[in-house]
């Protein structure tokens, strides 16, 4: 099999955007909208030029590049994933499916090839929610399902407005909506991205092809209660807001398993408010996420949760609870799947059918064109922290098949 991407040009693109952190020596923090981001962004716009691509930036910072097609009157076929990071996170996640389009555009120019429909390659923005919140921030609005009105109100932790970032940036928040893709505005949406989990280097598979993507919901809860002083008011009075939100976040596991035992819940960020080592926490905002392979199956999981906050009203705290991202179990298309798996097939690599665990940009802009998604083996299953890794032969070859199959899917 003669293999038409560049080990070593996918190797230096990933190291190369891994340089643009926050944390040097402590893993990639890039945020949205920050320097890191911006330098991430001229970097890798560079070299999609340098792969025939001409190059744009839409109205909220997701980078664009383009291959014109014979008959530009047709919908692209759209190949990418998101260069922002979790705090302290990976040099793969996202930035794999990045590079990964770049390098079919570069095999692309290296053979000639000018495809019928045009390619599109793209760098989304604030997909794992780590400065905004939410997650798949790029991919809603490239949907429309996010506009000025509801962005307007997001801040990062520092009380930075999206807007004022984004006025930081270059960027004017009126202008949001002018990135939504209408439905047929792509053909296709191609995405590679890292397992992050132990399956494919277990079972030895080269790559695999995602046959649909999980459900999910994540939601912030409130809980108010009193504050108080810590030395001089008696424990039968208290309504301390954290010891009741760690008693509901102690019970979650066990409400998740009571309805599915394959269901996972997750609280990974918590406040305590007023924050004083003295002072009786008034308030708990804590989030939770809920993952299942049906939609109905987390509803249930919500449900529990919302019965159980309910009890804690009933001895006078203050509950409230709202859901920031939303989004059903969502097939992958017969025909992309069937593209990657040729093209895998016709490298003579080993491959397996397999669900995503992981929430991607590709479950959202399924609501507009039909979707592909394909993993590369992670080491030890590992993501999300400085330790994540993929040998670059293995991610090589999940880019050779993506090649392949864009290929394919453009002609």
Known sequence: MAQH?????IREMIEAVAAFTATPGRGTTRLTYSAQHRAALDYLAGRMQEAGLSTRIDSVGNLVGRLEGADPSLAPVLVGSHIDSVPNGGAFDGPAGVVAAIETA??????????????????????EGGRFGGGLLGSRILTGQLGPEALAPMCDSEGVS???????FGLALQEAGAAAIPEGGIHAFLELHIEQGPVLEQTGDAVGIVTSIVALSQLEVRITGAAGHAGTTPMAGRRDALVAAAGVIAELPGLCAAV?????????QIDVHPGGANVIPEAAIFSVDVRADRV???DEIKSAL???LA???????????EELLAVPETP???EIRGALIAAAEDCGFAWRPMPSGAGHDAMVLSKIAPVGLIFVPSRDGVSHTPEEWTDYDQLARGVEVVFRATRALTA
Not at 5 to 9: A, N
């Open 260 to 268: 599915d035992p394959r269901a996972v819940v997750t609280v990974g």
């Open 311 to 321: 009890s804690l009203e009933a001895v006078g705290y203050a509950v409230g609870t």
């Open 306 to 308: 919302r019965t159980r």
């Open 106 to 127: 570069f095999c692309m120019q290296q053979l000639g090839v000018t495809p019928r429909r045009p390619l599109e390659v793209i760098a989304m923005i604030e997909e």
């Open 5 to 9: 991407v560049s080990e070593g040009r």
């Open 296 to 298: 109905g199956t987390v």
């Open 332 to 334: 992958m298309s017969e």
């Open 162 to 168: 999206l807007g004022e970032a984004m006025a930081g």
